[in-house]
């Protein structure tokens, strides 16, 4: 009789249990569906982790130029900028957020590769960043033939790192990690010799207020990197107005505004900005 | 649809699977060498022993095999130096903190499911053995663990399958064994799903089999009682 009751109850719980995911469920996708059909948000896919580009604050704001590019041109689309709902994309995820309709655009490092033009449409580009070093104050890390016999971190299975092993140095030794920051507390340790990616990416760890003066950009260009935004696939109303945004934000000079405020402070000499649809390779 | 699989070549498919199947080799002996000595000390005389055994598998088996194995790297390798013979060839260096990461973490369990063996091993059996004079480690490794391991393969195999699959946490100290080339074709080539099936099928390959031949042994050699 006991074990019974306790049955009943169990039972209970766990229908109540049921009941109750299935309203979550229900409820996010209906915020979902709202959000982008009734055209007051827009939903823009960035990076969380990359100070300079795309950045979370601890204080909950998104700081960097993949940001500061993202909300102009939402401006130019007629969003404000607390219309905005960002959304983090990481690497893996980004055609998928594209062509399932999660977000609208992504600025989030996003390189133009024929590859990804066959799953997603670009618009820009709006800067091209080049492979590069991060390397202590006092390196001598002048060229590329330097890195041989060096130790070099990246992280695991991106591009720079590919790179590395197939073109530049095969020979140097690579610890590939899982994030930039564990990368740099490495270089700060002397564990490895060199941090390697995208110079944009490097600039702005290079400019945070903790390793402000220890390290500096070696300046080699060892790749072409053109950052575009990436649209769903045949979304070409959307890609029109994004191009002309980068225009106009060229033009008024915003673009050279925020190159300087977020990679400042760190030896990096920027590209003068792209024109649309010219991609260098 | 699959031509992609054959552009890469450090590491190329077959050779990141291989890596995957060294990592699983030499944890898997190291976490058995390893976690018996745990056992041992866990049903051990003596309190110290015993007292280190629970420790250790309490406080190991309940750490994210991330953590562990990033700490190998971090904090094993960048702090204290530690380079496993190995300064100036990251290869090796990686792969063998990531098989002590493994080791480490497996044994906890490879302890736990020969411990559970050895309660199989009816007490008599000890007393009679101790009764006729033999030293603990005789009582265990002549009487307790032979009977011992032949109840546990079926739990160790579903370890060692385990063990397999925890491989992939090798890629984020760059280890350059499947996970590690998955994120690589997934950061080239834009077919998600795709590569994730190639992935997923590779490691059934690989566990589907082992996991069959434990489980016929585990029958055939099963203590009759």
């Known amino acids: ?281 | 649809m699959f031509d992609f699989l054959s552009d890469y070549d450090d590491p190329s498919l077959l050779g990141a699977f291989w890596v995957t199947v060294q990592l699983t080799v030499f944890s898997a002996i190291g976490s058995l060498i390893w976690g018996t000595l745990l056992a041992a000390m866990r049903v051990s005389p003596v309190p110290l022993m015993r007292g280190f055994g629970t420790a250790y598998v309490n406080i190991v088996r309940n750490i994210p095999l991330t953590v562990i194995i990033v700490f190998t790297s971090l904090g094993l390798a960048d702090i204290f130096g530690v380079t496993m013979g190995a300064p100036d060839d990251f290869k090796l260096k990686y792969f063998r903190l990531a098989v002590l990461g493994l080791v480490a973490y497996t044994a906890a369990f490879v302890c736990e499911a020969i411990r559970s063996g050895i309660n199989t091993v009816p007490v008599g059996q000890a007393e009679a053995a101790r009764a006729i004079g033999l030293s603990f480690s005789q009582v265990l490794r002549l009487v307790v663990l032979p009977q011992a391991f032949r109840s546990v393969i079926g739990p160790l195999a579903n370890v060692l399958i385990a063990l397999t699959k925890n491989t992939t946490v090798a890629a984020t100290i760059g280890v350059a064994e499947a996970a590690l080339l998955m994120k690589e074709m997934i950061e080239n080539e834009a077919q998600t799903l795709l590569i994730g099936a190639v992935f997923a099928f590779g490691f059934v390959v690989l566990t589907l089999p082992t996991g069959l031949f434990l489980g016929w042994l585990s029958k055939r050699l099963a203590v009759k009682r």
């Open chain 1, 1 to 281: 009789m006991k074990l019974r009751k306790v049955s009943a109850a169990a039972a209970t719980a766990l229908v109540l249990a049921l009941t109750a995911t299935a309203c979550g469920g229900d409820d996010g996708g209906d915020s979902n569906g709202s959000g982008s059909g009734g055209g007051d948000k827009i939903k823009i896919g960035i990076k969380y982790d990359q100070p300079g580009l795309g950045l979370k604050e601890p204080d909950g704001s998104f700081s960097g130029f993949d940001v500061d590019v993202a909300t102009y041109v939402a401006k130019e689309l007629g969003y404000e900028p607390n219309q905005i709902e960002w959304v983090e994309t990481k690497s893996a995820d980004r055609e998928n957020a594209l062509s399932r309709g999660d977000v609208k655009m992504i600025a989030a490092t996003y390189s133009i590769t024929d590859e990804r033009k066959q799953k997603v449409d670009f618009a820009g580009p709006y800067l091209l960043a080049h492979q590069d070093l991060l390397v202590k104050k006092d390196s001598d890390i002048t060229k590329a033939t330097d890195l041989n016999d060096k130790k070099l971190c990246s992280v695991t299975g991106s591009t720079s790192a590919q790179n590395v092993k197939n073109d530049f140095a095969p020979k140097a030794q690579l610890s590939e990690r899982g994030g930039y920051s564990e990368c740099l507390s490495a270089l700060q340790s002397g564990a490895v010799d060199a941090l390697t990616t995208d110079d944009s990416i490097l600039a702005g760890y290079a400019a945070q207020d903790q390793y402000k003066g220890q390290f500096k950009l070696a300046g080699l260009k060892l790749s072409n990197e053109n950052y575009g935004i990436g649209v769903k696939k045949g979304d070409s109303a959307t890609l029109d107005k994004i191009n002309k945004a980068l225009e106009k934000m060229v033009s008024d000079g915003s673009w050279d505004k925020a190159v300087k405020e977020n990679f400042g402070p760190a030896n990096y000499k920027n590209e003068p900005a792209p024109k649309i649809g010219q991609i260098v390779q």
